[in-house]
C-alpha cells in the first residue's frame, strides 16, 4: 500500500492512535510485534501554535517507530496548517488529522467529530494542511455525525479531493462513541464509488486474528488499524500476521515475552520521562501485559506499590520463575 510517497506492506496493520496510551514507547513495542505502522495520539493545534510543550513533546518519536504518523487536531484551516508545519519539522512520515474524537471537549471546541457536520469545513481543513506540508497527509473520521446523518462516502471523497494521501474510517456515528458494533459494511461501501481511488483503512472492533483475517477477507480495505485490541497487548500485531501469513491461531504470549515486553516499556520510557513518572505509567499497562496469568495478582500490587526501578526488576524476575502461560485449550 502506499500513502503518497511512503511504501507499506499490502494490506497492512495499523496501531491505532490512542490519547494517553500510545506514547513513543509503547508504538516502539508494538512496531517490534508486527504494527506496519503506528500513529501518536491526537494534539491540540491550539497548543502546538500557542508552542506549548507539552502539546510538541507528544510528537516526539523514536527512529524504530518508523513509518509513523503524527496526528493533529482542531477547527481551524490557518491553525491546522501551522500546527502541521511545526509537527514537519520533526520529521514523521506522515500528518494524520482527527475528524472523529467524540469526547465533549473536542467536540465544543469545533473538533474532531464535530466537524462531521461540517464536511465543506473539514475538507478545507485538509485542503490548507496538505497545502502547507510537503509530508502525505491522512486523515482518520468516522461514518457521520450520528444515525440519521452517516454521510461517510461524501466524507471519504471530499478528503480524496482535498489531497488527502489515505482515509481512516471507523465504522462507527460520533453518537455512538465507543458503543454499539462497528459497522464494515458501511466502510467497504466507501470503496464501491466509481470515483474512489486512495488508500482506505477500516477501524473499529478487531478483537482478534481471526476477527482480523474475516475483515480483511470480506470487505476490500487496504489496510487495518487496531486500537483497543492493542491496549497493553502489542503480540495482537504479531498474532494477527501469523494468522495472515500461516494461518497459525495464536498461542498465549510466553511469560518471558511478557517481563521482556514490561522491561522495553519501563526501559524506553525512562530517558523521555525521567525514572518515577516511567514507573508511575507503567502501571496502566501491568494487568494487560500479564492478562490471563494465573497467580498474577499478587505481583501486579507488588509492582503497583514499588517506586525503585531495581525492586521492579526483581519483581519481573520473580514473576519469570514462578507464573505459567495458561494451557492451551485443547
Ligand atoms: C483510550 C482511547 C483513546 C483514543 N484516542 C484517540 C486519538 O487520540 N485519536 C484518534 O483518532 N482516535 C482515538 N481513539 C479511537 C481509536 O483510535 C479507534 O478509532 C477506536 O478505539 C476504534 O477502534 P477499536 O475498536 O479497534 O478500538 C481512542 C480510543 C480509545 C479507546
Known amino acids: 500500500m502506499k500513502i503518497g510517497s511512503l511504501n507499506l506492506r499490502s494490506r497492512p496493520v495499523m496501531l491505532a492512535p490512542m490519547e494517553n496510551i500510545t506514547d513513543a514507547p509503547y508504538r516502539a513495542i508494538c512496531r517490534q510485534h ?25 510528537g516526539v518519536f523514536l527512529p524504530k517507530e518508523r513509518p509513523l504518523g503524527i496526528q493533529i487536531f482542531g ?17 514523521p512520515d506522515v500528518i494524520d ?21 461540517d464536511l ?11 497545502q502547507a506540508v510537503s509530508l502525505p497527509v491522512t486523515a482518520k473520521t468516522r461514518l457521520g455525525w450520528d444515525h440519521q446523518s452517516v454521510n461517510a462516502t461524501e466524507n471519504a471523497l ?4 482535498a489531497g ?11 453518537s455512538q462513541m465507543y458503543k454499539g458494533k462497528a459497522d464494515w459494511d458501511a466502510i467497504g461501501r466507501i470503496t464501491e464509488h466509481p470515483d474512489w481511488q486512495i488508500p482506505l483503512t477500516g477501524n473499529g472492533d478487531i478483537s482478534s486474528a481471526q476477527n482480523a483475517k474475516n475483515v480483511l477477507e470480506k470487505y476490500p480495505v487496504d489496510g487495518i488499524m487496531v ?14 500476521r501469523e494468522m495472515l501469513d500461516n494461518e497459525t491461531a495464536p498461542s498465549s504470549p510466553s511469560i518471558h515475552s511478557r517481563v521482556e515486553v514490561c522491561r522495553e516499556y519501563l526501559t524506553l520510557s525512562i530517558p523521555a520521562k525521567g525514572e518515577q513518572r516511567a514507573i508511575f505509567e507503567t502501571r496502566k499497562h501491568y494487568k494487560n501485559f500479564f492478562r490471563d496469568i494465573y497467580g498474577f495478582k499478587p505481583y501486579r500490587i507488588k509492582l503497583y506499590n514499588s517506586l525503585c526501578i531495581n525492586e521492579i526488576h526483581n519483581i519481573l524476575d520473580e514473576i519469570k520463575e ?9
Open 164 to 174: 488527502i494521501s489515505m482515509v481512516t474510517m471507523h465504522g462507527r456515528t460520533r
Open 158 to 161: 471530499r478528503l480524496q479531493d
Open 34 to 58: 508486527g504494527a506496519d505502522m503506528v500513529f501518536t495520539e491526537f494534539i491540540a493545534s491550539e497548543g502546538l501554535c500557542r508552542q506549548i510543550d507539552k502539546s510538541r513533546l507528544k
Open 97 to 117: 488529522l482527527n475528524f472523529g474524537c467524540p469526547v465533549k471537549k473536542v467536540v465544543a471546541k469545533g473538533g474532531g467529530a464535530a466537524l462531521l457536520k
Open 75 to 91: 477547527h481551524d484551516p490557518e491553525n491546522m496548517a501551522q500546527a502541521a508545519a511545526i509537527m514537519e519539522t520533526l520529521e
Open 322 to 330: 514462578r507464573l505459567h502461560t495458561p494451557d492451551p485449550i485443547t
Open 227 to 240: 486500537g483497543r485490541a492493542a491496549m497493553g497487548y502489542p503480540w495482537i500485531f504479531s498474532e494477527i
Open 120 to 130: 465543506p469545513l473539514m475538507e478545507k481543513i485538509a485542503r490548507s494542511v496538505v
